[in-house]
């Protein structure tokens, strides 16, 4: 007689508890070319875990932003929920924040108190299209509360480092690289990661600035044709590439580099719009809906 054999009994390996955490802290685009979503999709295609609290909440589409307001929840007790969760190596990103003064100093007290290891600020005057939120005014009130425990990263295009720096739209080509990085410098910030999407000439350049160098990155030919969502997806892309081990320039560098592969995988959802990245889940997209 045969013996009945037993399956044998396996254990599952353990999941690990603490996996890479980046904290997203930004406005909700429902169109998903910007702001949060664009975030989580940029995080989760590096394997890292996005977690978001919204600090704006817009009307908004691939033509244009109609309106910008206030989060109907309170953001500093979204995020102070969210603390037991922040362990082991994590990040944060702040973008749009449409928050009135009280609540945004709550929120930079908040953050310094959770002390987060990785910290990266992509400062926005406005979305690409459509209505404004800050002048340059607000982003030096801002950075005055968020900067001054010197561990920010702020990555502001040419448009709006000159806004910091009181200078009218006439000089964001021109100004002088020490110029636009003073606001942001004088007031705490660790370093300001300048993008170079719009300075003249036909190449793009980033500098990596701090209070002792400027490091000029690796230039690369202007590629044609407009995208949504390239602030965010850049600072998103930093903090995770961070989060698993890259240096900060190293970071910079592949996250543009990263940018420019995609370039071309992108579309118009509906037809409709300036065209967005598309999700790393949908890079077969046929030529025909790509610009």
Same mark, same amino acid.
């Given at each position: 007689?045969?013996a009945?054999?037993?399956?044998?009994m396996?254990?599952?390996?353990?999941?690990?508890?603490t996996p890479?955490?980046?904290?997203?802290?930004?406005?909700?685009?429902?169109?998903?070319?910007?702001?949060?979503?664009?975030?989580?999709?940029?995080?989760?295609a590096?394997?890292v875990y996005?977690m978001?609290?919204?600090?704006?909440?817009?009307?908004?589409?691939?033509?244009a932003?109609?309106?910008?307001?206030?989060p109907?929840?309170d953001?500093?007790?979204?995020?102070e929920?969210?603390g037991p969760?922040?362990?082991?190596?994590?990040?944060v990103?702040l973008?749009?924040?449409?928050?009135?003064?009280g609540?945004?100093?709550? *929120?930079a !007290?908040t953050l310094?108190?959770l002390d987060?290891?990785?910290?990266i #600020?992509?400062p926005?005057? @406005? /979305?690409?299209?459509g209505?404004g939120?800050?002048d340059g005014?607000?982003l030096?009130?801002?950075a005055?509360?968020?900067?001054?425990?010197?561990?920010?990263?702020?990555?502001?295009?040419?448009?709006?480092?000159?806004a910091?720096?009181?200078l009218p739209?006439?000089?964001i080509?021109t100004?002088?690289v020490e110029?636009l990085?003073?606001?942001w410098l004088?007031?705490?910030?660790?370093?300001?990661w300048?993008k170079g999407?719009?300075a003249?000439?036909p190449d793009?350049?980033?500098?990596?600035i701090?209070a002792k160098?400027?490091?000029?990155l690796?230039?690369?030919?202007?590629?044609?044709?407009?995208r949504?969502?390239?602030g965010?997806t850049?600072?998103a892309?930093?903090l995770?590439l961070?989060?698993l081990?890259?240096s900060? *320039?190293v !970071?910079?560098e592949?996250?543009?580099?990263?940018l420019?592969?995609? #370039?071309?995988?992108?579309? @118009? /959802?509906?037809?409709?719009?300036?065209?967005?990245?598309?999700?790393?889940?949908?890079?077969s997209?046929p030529?025909a809906?790509?610009?």
């Amino acid at each position: 007689m045969m013996a009945f054999l037993r399956p044998r009994m396996t254990t599952p390996a353990p999941l690990n508890s603490t996996p890479l955490i980046a904290l997203c802290l930004g406005g909700m685009d429902p169109s998903a070319g910007a702001g949060l979503l664009r975030d989580v999709m940029t995080l989760q295609a590096l394997g890292v875990y996005p977690m978001a609290v919204s600090t704006a909440e817009t009307l908004q589409n691939g033509l244009a932003c109609q309106q910008i307001e206030a989060p109907s929840m309170d953001p500093v007790k979204r995020l102070e929920i969210l603390g037991p969760h922040l362990v082991g190596r994590w990040g944060v990103k702040l973008g749009m924040a449409a928050l009135n003064e009280g609540t945004f100093r709550r *929120l930079a !007290a908040t953050l310094r108190a959770l002390d987060p290891p990785i910290r990266i #600020w992509d400062p926005i005057l @406005a /979305p690409s299209a459509g209505v404004g939120l800050h002048d340059g005014g607000e982003l030096r009130r801002m950075a005055d509360v968020l900067l001054k425990d010197g561990f920010w990263v702020v990555s502001p295009n040419r448009g709006e480092a000159a806004a910091a720096a009181g200078l009218p739209p006439a000089q964001i080509q021109t100004a002088g690289v020490e110029i636009l990085a003073r606001p942001w410098l004088e007031r705490g910030a660790h370093a300001v990661w300048l993008k170079g999407g719009h300075a003249p000439g036909p190449d793009i350049q980033d500098l990596w600035i701090t209070a002792k160098s400027i490091t000029a990155l690796p230039a690369s030919p202007r590629l044609p044709g407009q995208r949504r969502g390239t602030g965010c997806t850049l600072a998103a892309t930093w903090l995770g590439l961070r989060l698993l081990g890259r240096s900060e *320039l190293v !970071a910079a560098e592949e996250s543009a580099q990263r940018l420019r592969n995609r #370039w071309s995988q992108v579309f @118009a /959802p509906g037809g409709a719009g300036r065209p967005v990245f598309a999700p790393e889940a949908f890079s077969s997209l046929p030529e025909a809906a790509c610009d």
